[in-house]
C-alpha cells in the first residue's frame, strides 16, 4: 500500500537546537498534516497544510507544504525539553475520505536539557 | 469534555481469548475511527463509521468487528485475539471528512500471548 517515509527516524538534540524533520511521498497529496505523540497519549494535531508552496507556523513550529505536492517539511525553533515526543507526518488526498489518510511512521527527538 | 475516551488503558489476553475495546467520545461527532499503531509504522485504518447505524472497513479490518448504535460510542470487537493483533489501538473522532478535524483518544495497549 501507499506508504509515507519520515526523516530522520530519531534524533537527539541539545535543549535550544533548532530541529528539521521532512516527510516524502510517492504519491501527491493536497493536504499535509504534522502530529505530535506524547510518551502514552494519543497523537495530537499541529499544523494542516492545504496548498503547495504554503508556510504555516505554530509557536516555534513551522511546517511547509513542499512545491512538488509529494512532501512536507516541519522546523521546531529554540527546542525545549516538552518538545520530546513522536511527530507524525500525515497526507490525504481527497477532504471527502478521511479513509484515505496515510500517516508516517514518526520521527522520535529527544530533547537533552 | 472529556473529549474521547477509551478503556482499557492496558490489556493482556491470550491467543483465541475475544474482548471489546471501548471508546467514547462526547463532542457530538458524525465520524469515528480506529487505528492501530505498530513499531516502524504509520497509524492504520481499521474500521471507520459516518454515523450512527453505519460502518465501514479500513485498511486492515480483518479479525475485528464494530458497530455504532449511538452517536457516542464505538466499540471495537475482537472476535478471536492472536499475537498480531499485539498493538497499540487508538480511537478518533471527527466533526468533517477532513483528516485535521479528527480527535484520537489516548489508546489502549494490548498484548496477545
Known amino acids: 500500500g501507499q506508504q509515507l517515509n519520515q526523516s530522520p527516524q530519531s534524533m537527539f538534540i541539545q535543549e535550544g537546537e533548532d530541529v528539521s524533520m521532512n516527510c516524502t511521498s510517492s504519491s501527491i497529496f493536497n493536504t499535509w498534516l504534522w502530529y505530535k505523540q506524547d510518551p502514552g497519549e494519543g497523537p495530537v494535531l499541529l499544523i494542516a497544510?492545504?496548498?503547495?508552496?504554503e508556510l504555516t507556523s505554530n509557536g516555534r513550529l513551522t511546517a511547509q507544504f513542499g512545491i512538488t505536492r509529494k512532501d512536507s517539511f516541519l522546523n521546531i525553533s529554540a527546542s525545549i525539553p516538552s518538545d520530546v515526543g513522536i511527530y507524525f507526518c500525515?497526507?490525504?488526498?481527497?477532504?471527502?475520505?478521511?479513509?484515505?489518510?496515510?500517516f508516517g511512521p514518526g520521527t522520535s527527538l529527544s530533547v537533552i536539557p | 469534555n472529556a473529549g474521547v475516551t477509551q478503556t482499557p488503558k492496558f490489556q493482556v489476553l491470550k491467543t483465541g481469548q475475544s474482548m471489546t475495546l471501548q471508546c467514547a467520545q462526547d463532542m457530538n461527532h458524525e465520524y469515528m475511527s480506529w487505528y492501530r499503531q505498530d513499531p516502524g509504522m504509520g497509524l492504520r485504518l481499521i474500521h471507520y463509521?459516518?454515523?450512527?447505524?453505519?460502518?465501514d472497513q479500513g485498511e486492515v479490518p480483518n479479525g475485528y468487528n464494530v458497530s455504532r448504535s449511538t452517536t457516542e460510542d464505538f466499540p471495537l470487537r475482537l472476535l478471536s485475539a492472536a499475537p498480531s493483533q499485539t498493538s497499540v489501538y487508538f480511537c478518533?473522532?471527527?466533526?468533517?471528512?477532513?483528516?485535521?478535524?479528527?480527535?484520537f483518544g489516548p489508546g489502549t495497549r494490548l498484548l496477545v500471548l
Open positions: 463509521s459516518v454515523g450512527a447505524g453505519i460502518t
Open positions: 500525515a497526507g490525504q488526498l481527497y477532504r471527502t475520505s478521511y479513509d484515505k489518510v496515510i
Open positions: 497544510l492545504y496548498k503547495a508552496g
Open positions: 478518533a473522532s471527527s466533526y468533517g471528512l477532513g483528516a485535521e478535524t479528527q480527535y
